[in-house]
């Protein structure tokens, strides 16, 4: 059975840093890229990044480049999402997804299994 599930969500103050945890399950993470996604109240799930199966590739949203690192360990079936200099409009629910590895974009409908998702909340 495919699981995604997210932790590391919280509150943090603006600048400050989080860092995200995708564990995975039922599936070889040799096959399957990893991207993450997020969502904020009132707007649609968009791409924040996304990492190639065995983690030679990494691509990133410009609203997060040079902020964000994407990492994986796929002996350990983790995926990392390292935040730093945080910021209000980063608030969402973050979602992590696999698809399988013949292309690294946002295309939502690339993805066919999605975490439950974590929160992150930026606010002084």
């Known amino acids: 059975q495919v699981r995604l599930v997210e932790s ?5 103050q ?8 995708c564990a995975a399950s039922g599936f070889s993470m040799d096959y399957y890229n990893i991207a993450w996604f997020r969502q904020a109240p009132g707007k649609e799930r968009e791409g924040v990044s996304c990492i190639s199966s065995r983690g030679a590739s990494t ?5 997060v480049k040079a902020r964000f690192t994407i990492s994986r360990d ?3 079936k983790m995926v990392y999402l390292q935040m730093n200099s945080l ?14 590895a013949l ?3 946002f295309r939502r409908s690339e993805y066919d299994y999605w975490g439950q998702g974590t929160q992150v909340t930026v606010s002084s």
């Open 74 to 76: 796929n002996a350990k």
């Open 103 to 105: 292309g690294l974009d």
């Open 14 to 21: 603006p600048g400050g840093s989080l860092r995200l945890s």
């Open 8 to 12: 590391g969500g919280g509150l943090v």
């Open 59 to 63: 691509y990133y949203a410009d609203s």
């Open 87 to 100: 910021k209000p409009e980063d608030t969402a629910v973050y979602f992590c997804a696999r698809r399988r």
